[in-house]
């Protein structure tokens, strides 16, 4: 799942342990978003989401290359 968490963070100048402050979690996780080796749990996306006052859907971009496979999807 691709995400602007880096950009949006960056664009306040917080730095990650800001960040993870604001969401009460570890600055090692909000590297790992950031890098895309770790997707949020749906309440933290959540949290991400009002810290910055925007939608889920402004933070978290679905990576549409991974379901183009999908035998479910038409």
């Known amino acids: 799942m691709k995400n602007r968490l880096r950009e949006l963070r960056a664009a306040r100048r917080w730095s990650q342990a800001d960040l993870a402050d604001r969401c ?6 909000i590297n790992a978003i950031e890098t895309e080796r770790y997707d949020p749990s749906l309440p933290l996306a959540f ?8 939608t889920i859907e402004e933070i978290f971009l679905p990576d549409r290359a991974d379901t183009t496979n999908d035998p479910g999807r038409p």
Not at 24 to 29: G, H, L, M, W
Not at 47 to 54: P, S
């Open 24 to 29: 009460q979690v570890s600055r090692q996780a």
């Open 47 to 54: 949290t991400i989401a009002d810290v910055f006052d925007l």
